[in-house]
């Protein structure tokens, strides 16, 4: 007979399961079972929405308000200016003007463009760094437009502060006929470059111009603005696709919507565009629509008139001499 003992006979074994432990919080203090929530029954939002129709208004009135810190305003203002002690150059300069007037007949506009390009002494004139206004300095506008894209190129244009103050300067510095005019091509190949970059708007109201239809009165007094809306417009044909052309260029900016040709092609530099604008006889004066960006005659305009409310007294007009049909 054979035996088998079992295992461990006599043992005693024990096979329950192991019991979890009850971790027990040792916290003494209130913890969160007395927090009332009574916003939660809240039956009508009323209240919120005095809270929130009430910051609508804050924004509102803050709107295009922009504040700067120091450290903002130091690196949006410190820039190259002309050092004054580069007495040799200053008087180079001088002389070289002076001789462009002399004996080839210029204009002083036009030997102080080519002392822009032949430089006095072989060189450009010495700067000095300093916190200053870009658009109140007395750089040329070829050197602010240089400095501003500068600023751009440091990535000091990616927040909405910055680029608002980019485009005022920017339209300071180009405000006026002559400051387009006065520009060389690479000169405004920069002005193109810095439009792009710092995505330069094409609607007219992102300028505070709420006004469509405008005369020379108007442009005068808002030069820099309607410049840089040219701008913003021709570097939006660009990113749509649109390559330039002997027609439409950063130097030939204003359509002229008065040709024959709807799509107001070739279009004008701003010096030719204010000329149109200052022409004596009404019937020859043009005037400037905004939302085009571009010329248009009397004719036009008074049938604009015609189909508006309150034909040229409705707010989309902005002109001085008011057209007669």
Same mark, same amino acid.
């Given at each position: 007979?054979?035996?088998?003992?079992?295992?461990?006979?006599?043992?005693?074994?024990?096979?329950?399961?192991?019991?979890?432990?009850?971790?027990? /919080? &040792?916290?003494? !203090?209130?913890?969160? +079972? $007395? @927090? =009332?929530?009574?916003?939660?029954?809240? *039956? %009508?939002?009323? #209240?919120?929405?005095?809270?929130?129709?009430?910051?609508?208004?804050?924004?509102?009135?803050?709107?295009?308000?922009?504040?700067?810190?120091?450290?903002?305003?130091?690196?949006?203002?410190?820039?190259?200016?002309?050092?004054?002690?580069?007495?040799?150059?200053?008087?180079?300069?001088?002389?070289?003007?002076?001789?462009?007037?002399?004996?080839?007949?210029?204009?002083?506009?036009?030997?102080?463009?080519?002392?822009?390009? /032949? &430089?006095?002494? !072989?060189?450009?004139? +010495? $700067? @000095? =760094?300093?916190?200053?206004?870009?658009? *109140? %300095?007395?750089? #040329?506008?070829?050197?602010?437009?240089?400095?501003?894209?500068?600023?751009?190129?440091?990535?000091?244009?990616?927040?909405?502060?910055?680029?608002?103050?980019?485009?005022?300067?920017?339209?300071?510095?180009?405000?006026?006929?002559?400051?387009?005019?006065?520009?060389?091509?690479?000169?405004?190949?920069?002005?193109?470059?810095?439009?792009?970059?710092?995505?330069?708007?094409?609607?007219?109201?992102?300028?505070?111009?709420?006004?469509?239809?405008?005369?020379?009165?108007?442009?005068?007094?808002?030069?820099?603005?309607?410049?840089?809306?040219?701008?913003?417009?021709?570097?939006?044909?660009?990113?749509?696709?649109?390559?330039?052309?002997?027609?439409?260029?950063?130097?030939?900016?204003?359509?002229?919507?008065?040709?024959?040709?709807?799509?107001?092609?070739?279009?004008?530099?701003?010096?030719?565009?204010?000329?149109?604008?200052?022409?004596?006889?009404?019937?020859?004066?043009?005037?400037?629509?905004?939302?085009?960006?571009?010329?248009?005659?009397?004719?036009?305009?008074?049938?604009?008139?015609?189909?508006?409310?309150?034909?040229?007294?409705?707010?989309?007009f902005n002109i001085s001499i008011k057209p007669t049909p």
């Amino acid at each position: 007979m054979i035996t088998r003992p079992g295992y461990r006979q006599g043992d005693l074994i024990i096979d329950d399961p192991d019991k979890i432990p009850n971790i027990k /919080n &040792k916290r003494r !203090g209130i913890g969160n +079972r $007395t @927090i =009332t929530r009574p916003g939660a029954k809240q *039956q %009508s939002g009323f #209240s919120r929405a005095v809270i929130f129709n009430r910051l609508s208004v804050v924004d509102s009135d803050n709107a295009g308000v922009v504040e700067l810190g120091e450290k903002t305003l130091a690196k949006l203002f410190e820039v190259k200016v002309p050092d004054i002690t580069d007495v040799k150059w200053i008087a180079e300069k001088n002389r070289l003007i002076a001789k462009y007037m002399a004996l080839y007949g210029m204009t002083k506009d036009e030997a102080e463009a080519e002392v822009q390009v /032949n &430089k006095p002494l !072989g060189r450009a004139q +010495r $700067t @000095i =760094t300093k916190q200053e206004n870009i658009a *109140q %300095s007395n750089l #040329s506008t070829g050197q602010k437009i240089d400095e501003l894209a500068e600023e751009v190129a440091q990535g000091r244009a990616e927040g909405k502060t910055d680029r608002t103050l980019i485009m005022r300067q920017l339209a300071q510095t180009i405000q006026g006929v002559r400051a387009l005019g006065m520009m060389t091509k690479k000169e405004l190949d920069t002005l193109r470059g810095l439009a792009i970059r710092a995505n330069i708007p094409a609607d007219h109201k992102s300028f505070g111009l709420n006004t469509v239809f405008v005369d020379k009165d108007f442009y005068d007094r808002n030069s820099g603005d309607i410049n840089l809306l040219f701008v913003g417009k021709y570097t939006q044909f660009e990113r749509k696709g649109g390559v330039a052309s002997n027609d439409y260029n950063i130097n030939q900016l204003v359509p002229d919507f008065s040709k024959k040709n709807a799509s107001g092609m070739p279009a004008k530099t701003i010096s030719q565009m204010y000329r149109s604008l200052s022409r004596k006889t009404i019937t020859d004066i043009r005037y400037l629509d905004l939302s085009r960006g571009g010329l248009i005659d009397h004719k036009q305009l008074v049938l604009i008139a015609a189909s508006a409310p309150n034909g040229i007294n409705n707010p989309m007009f902005n002109i001085s001499i008011k057209p007669t049909p």
